[in-house]
């Protein structure tokens, strides 16, 4: 199990300790030295978060004290944090990132993003972008953000504005017509209050389905972001783009540095095809890319299973064998190597593919915030 823990020289990898803080100047545009695969070059770690410093709510919230840790990590450790539009500009025209380039989203427009975290990001000089569903502020709810309050963020030159559906509501079994109504009135408002049409989407809890996702793919979006762990890199798709989400419970500073530092791990041919699965236990596999040659130390993890059985077929082919069935309604599969990639002052990095799982016959359950632990081992 990979262990994370305090030590004199910095941060401990089973047993392999190394420095982090030692990194790019901010805002130098340079392909990352020494990348071991061609996606390192024009790729991007995209946290996103929901509410801060509400203590009632640890499942969906971040405390303020844990978001200013990720602040001073960000600000002092040699990362870039860039808006979202200059990431994904760069992902689609393949054109280098910086190493440890970050972007900061939130989900929800809840007002306690306005008062504790936009405060902090204000003061530090941080891009990020806020995700809203314009029924919250039509109908002035006491926890979200009006469209005042949206309008005068949207004039902060350090913030930009996503959408979410027009109300806050799980999308991936719905009627397509359903869907459609929920996002043209989302653009509809977006538009009616900003003279412009909005550039990103964003899916409630992070779910979609194949369906879902080739009917948003017809509206004009640069890009859609779910909630499954993962790198952002140019070869992505960028209608299911992942981000990695933090919460009180998986908010702490080992894990944020864990992956702000992670790397892609390309995949294709990946089954199942779709998030909402109907077969339980369902059938999970994907094929590397032949880029990297030894896949040897790669390993998988289930939400509420824990370490995966791997069986390798051939070549660069990964299938997961499950020996149970999902007992809960999401579940995560996070899938880690090693880099061999180590470069001089900075710490080694772990390459990530993540997935999100959705039970099609679950009782659906709009409620339920939790997010299962995601650390590699």
């Not at 993962?230 to 992942?242: I, K």
């Not at 998988?300 to 995966?308: E, L, N, R």
Request: aromatic residues 10%; proline residues 6%; charged residues 20%.
């Amino acid at each position: 199990m990979l262990t994370i823990q305090k030590h004199n020289c910095g941060v401990l990898y089973s047993g392999l300790c190394t420095l982090f803080g030692i990194g790019l100047v901010l805002g130098v545009f340079a392909p990352a030295a020494a990348a071991g695969i061609s996606a390192d070059a024009s790729s991007a770690v995209i946290f996103v978060y929901q509410r801060v410093g509400e203590e009632n709510l640890p499942q969906s919230s971040i405390s303020t004290d844990q978001f200013q840790e990720h602040i001073r990590e960000l600000k002092t450790e040699g990362y870039t944090v860039l808006p979202l539009r200059t990431i994904i500009k760069a992902l689609k025209a393949g054109e280098a990132l910086p190493q440890r380039a970050v972007a900061i989203t939130f989900e929800g427009g809840y007002k306690s993003t306005l008062q504790n975290a936009v405060p902090l990001l204000q003061q530090a000089g941080l891009p990020f972008t806020l995700f809203y569903a314009s029924d919250m502020a039509d109908n002035n709810q006491p926890s979200h953000m009006s469209w005042k309050e949206l309008k005068a963020l949207r004039k902060n030159k350090l913030a930009d504005l996503g959408i979410l559906p027009a109300s806050y509501a799980q999308m991936a079994q719905r009627p397509a017509e359903e869907n459609a109504a929920l996002i043209n009135r989302a653009i509809s408002r977006y538009r009616a209050e900003f003279g412009e049409d909005p550039a990103f989407f964003s899916y409630p809890y992070g779910e979609y389905s194949v369906e879902l996702r080739k009917q948003l793919s017809g509206y004009n979006f640069e890009a859609a972001f779910g909630q499954q762990s993962g790198v952002a890199y140019g070869q992505a798709d960028f209608m299911s783009l992942p981000r990695f989400i933090m919460t009180d419970s998986f908010g702490d500073i080992e894990r944020f540095m864990l992956t702000a530092n992670a790397l892609p791990l390309p995949v294709g041919d990946v089954i199942p095809d779709s998030m909402i699965v109907s077969e339980n236990p369902p059938a999970i596999g994907f094929t590397v890319t032949p880029e990297i040659k030894d896949i040897g130390k790669l390993s998988c993890f289930i939400s509420g299973i824990g370490k995966a059985d791997i069986v390798k077929p051939g070549g660069n082919r990964i299938e997961i064998r499950l020996d149970r069935m999902l007992e809960e309604r999401r579940t995560r599969v996070n899938c880690t190597m090693p880099d061999d990639t180590v470069i001089p002052g900075q710490p080694q990095s772990w390459r990530w593919f993540g997935m999100q799982l959705v039970l099609a016959d679950y009782a659906d359950d709009e409620a339920a915030q939790s997010e299962p632990a995601e650390q590699p081992e």
